[in-house]
T-cell receptor, first 112, second 112 residues
Framework: AQSVSQHNHHVILSEAASLELGCNYS??????LFWYVQYPGQHLQLLLK??????LVKGIKGFEAEFIKSKFSFNLRKPSVQWSDTAEYFC??????????FGRGTSLIVHP | DTAVSQTPKYLVTQMGNDKSIKCEQN?????MYWYKQDSKKFLKIMFS???????INETVPNRFSPKSPDKAHLNLHINSLELGDSAVYFC???????????FGQGTRLTVV
């Protein structure tokens, strides 16, 4: 069965700081990888996704993620965060079952 | 137009009642899901359904049942509601294996 681990549960940053959120997955076969964002009181929205090809994926709002197969990782990065990036971030994976499995989420607070 | 819509957005009910949450998607997707998000923001898959099979998370009590009148709808029925059922329930849909899931706005269920 597939699983996802997000190492950072709570992250607090000041505006303009750089961000990196860790995500590791467990699955032996081909995977699709996703990062979703959930702003307070809202639903999940896709930030970016990886299916194949270039392991460096660029998403919306200046976010990017790098798939490192040897490390089973898909870390999310942003060079300079804004107050509006305050949200919950979820890493997700689909493997053989094609049911998206989510990590426990990382709460990001950005101070102005 | 909202791609994945859920109703109601808020639901407050007493223990022991039976309630339903409706979900409709207008994306032409062939797979739909129900997730439960607990107070710690953890997203747990409850059901995955397409026109071929229903996959049930074995940890979901049988008081919960999905009903799909057609490909565009997957409603969630809950019998004999308990306090521990209080959570946000998200419906999602997906077209094929190699695409992302789209989420509804969520239904905040409070059992009193």
């Amino acid at each position: 069965a597939q699983s996802v681990s997000q190492h950072n549960h709570h992250v607090i940053l000041s505006e303009a700081a750089s961000l990196e959120l860790g995500c590791n997955y467990s699955y032996g076969g081909t995977v699709n990888l996703f990062w979703y964002v959930q702003y307070p009181g809202q639903h999940l929205q896709l930030l970016l996704k990886y299916f194949s090809g270039d392991p460096l994926v660029k998403g919306i709002k200046g976010f990017e993620a790098e798939f490192i197969k040897s490390k089973f990782s898909f870390n999310l990065r942003k060079p300079s965060v804004q107050w509006s990036d305050t949200a919950e971030y979820f890493c997700a994976v689909t493997g053989g079952s094609y049911i998206p499995t989510f990590g426990r989420g990382t709460s990001l607070i950005v101070h102005p | 137009d909202t791609a994945v819509s859920q109703t109601p957005k808020y639901l407050v009910t007493q223990m022991g009642n039976d309630k339903s949450i409706k979900c409709e998607q207008n994306l032409g997707h062939d797979t739909m899901y129900w997730y439960k998000q607990d107070s710690k923001k953890f997203l747990k898959i409850m059901f995955s359904y397409n026109n071929k099979e229903l996959i049930i998370n074995e940890t979901v009590p049988n008081r919960f049942s999905p009903k799909s009148p057609d490909k565009a709808h997957l409603n969630l029925h809950i019998n004999s509601l308990e306090l521990g059922d209080s959570a946000v329930y998200f419906c999602a849909s997906r077209h094929t294996e190699n695409t992302e899931a789209f989420f509804g706005q969520g239904t905040r269920l409070t059992v009193v």
